[in-house]
T-cell receptor, first 112, second 115 residues
Framework: AQTVTQSQPEMSVQEAETVTLSCTYDTSESDYYLFWYKQPPSRQMILVIRQEAYKQQNATENRFSVNFQKAAKSFSLKISDSQLGDAAMYFCAYCRRDKIIFGKGTRLHILP | KAGVTQTPRYLIKTRGQQVTLSCSPISGHRSVSWYQQTPGQGLQFLFEYFSETQRNKGNFPGRFSGRQFSNSRSEMNVSTLELGDSALYLC??????????????FGEGSRLTVL
């Protein structure tokens, strides 16, 4: 069965600095999608970034980028120039054929 | 385009009661999935409906059930409520077809408190 592991329950980063959130997953499939979702306090969850497993190039969305290591089954999220609005719970997720599995999340604190 | 709408946003029930939560997906989305979020367990998948049929199911007891209507709106029901059912219940919608990339659009959730 597929699993998604986020080993860092909480992290803190100074405003304007860079932080990396870790995620590993386990699957025997070769074709799937990986996601990072952000859940701000008392607000709805939104998609941050998506990666197709068949693409070797790492996805990038403005200040957010991923380091996708397919062989190692690793999918980390890098946030550059951290802003106060980045404070949230971040969930890593694996999806294949509309079955999605989430990690337990990493709570990110931004220090002013 | 309206987003995913969940009602009610907050509710308080007592043990043994039952509750029904509603979710209206984004127009054109045929898949609706439900998740239970708690501080200890994180985000756990309950079930997913596509075209009125349950397509996937998580590891929850039979007290948790759901359904989807022809207009893609979905409801989930929890019977014989237990204290441990206190949680934020999230609904998400997606295209759900082969063209679907797996991206989910979430509602704001229904926060259930069981006393």
């Amino acid at each position: 069965a597929q699993t998604v592991t986020q080993s860092q329950p909480e992290m803190s980063v100074q405003e304007a600095e860079t932080v990396t959130l870790s995620c590993t997953y386990d699957t025997s499939e070769s074709d799937y999608y990986l996601f990072w979702y952000k859940q701000p306090p008392s607000r709805q969850m939104i998609l941050v970034i998506r990666q197709e497993a068949y693409k070797q190039q790492n996805a990038t969305e403005n200040r957010f980028s991923v380091n996708f290591q397919k062989a190692a089954k690793s999918f980390s999220l890098k946030i550059s120039d951290s802003q106060l609005g980045d404070a949230a719970m971040y969930f890593c997720a694996y999806c294949r054929r509309d079955k999605i599995i989430f990690g337990k999340g990493t709570r990110l604190h931004i220090l002013p | 385009k309206a987003g995913v709408t969940q009602t009610p946003r907050y509710l308080i029930k007592t043990r043994g009661q039952q509750v029904t939560l509603s979710c209206s997906p984004i127009s054109g989305h045929r898949s609706v999935s439900w998740y239970q979020q708690t501080p200890g367990q994180g985000l756990q998948f309950l079930f997913e409906y596509f075209s009125e049929t349950q397509r996937n199911k998580g590891n929850f007891p039979g007290r948790f059930s759901g359904r989807q209507f022809s207009n893609s709106r979905s409801e989930m029901n929890v019977s014989t409520l237990e204290l441990g059912d206190s949680a934020l219940y999230l609904c998400a919608s997606s295209l759900g077809t082969d063209a679907n990339t797996g991206e989910l659009f979430f509602g704001e959730g229904s926060r259930l408190t069981v006393l």
